[in-house]
Nanobody, 115 residues
């Protein structure tokens, strides 16, 4: 399993970004959807869960991002997306995707929210 994140960058407060985590060599089926979650690590803080799937159709989110972030799957691309809206400076950090079943991490993508 190889995970590659993309989509990070610098954005102004209130702006949006969409992160993508593409999984090569992931085995995908109707019974085994991609089980990839997004985490982030802010400077000087521990890595925290941002969003993940609880079932094939349900997801959970950190309280700080509820209503602003949306996690979804793109099965055609074997990718998991994180749509981030209404970004705040406190969303700044390195965002990692994590394949929950095999415990594999991506290399991370930097998100910076500031003017």
């Amino acid at each position: 399993v190889n995970l590659v994140e993309s989509g990070g960058g610098l954005v102004q407060p209130g702006g949006s970004l969409r992160l993508s985590c593409a999984c090569s060599r992931c085995i995908l089926s109707v019974f085994a959807p991609l089980d990839i979650a997004w985490y982030r690590q802010a400077p000087g803080k521990q890595r925290e869960l941002v969003a993940g799937f609880t079932s094939r159709t349900s997801a959970n989110y950190a309280d700080s991002v509820k209503g602003r972030f949306t996690i979804s799957r793109d099965n055609n691309k074997k990718a998991v997306l994180l749509q981030m809206n209404s970004l705040k400076p406190e969303d700044t950090g390195v965002y990692y995707c994590h394949e929950e079943t095999t415990d594999n991490w991506g290399q991370g993508t930097q998100v910076t929210v500031g003017s």
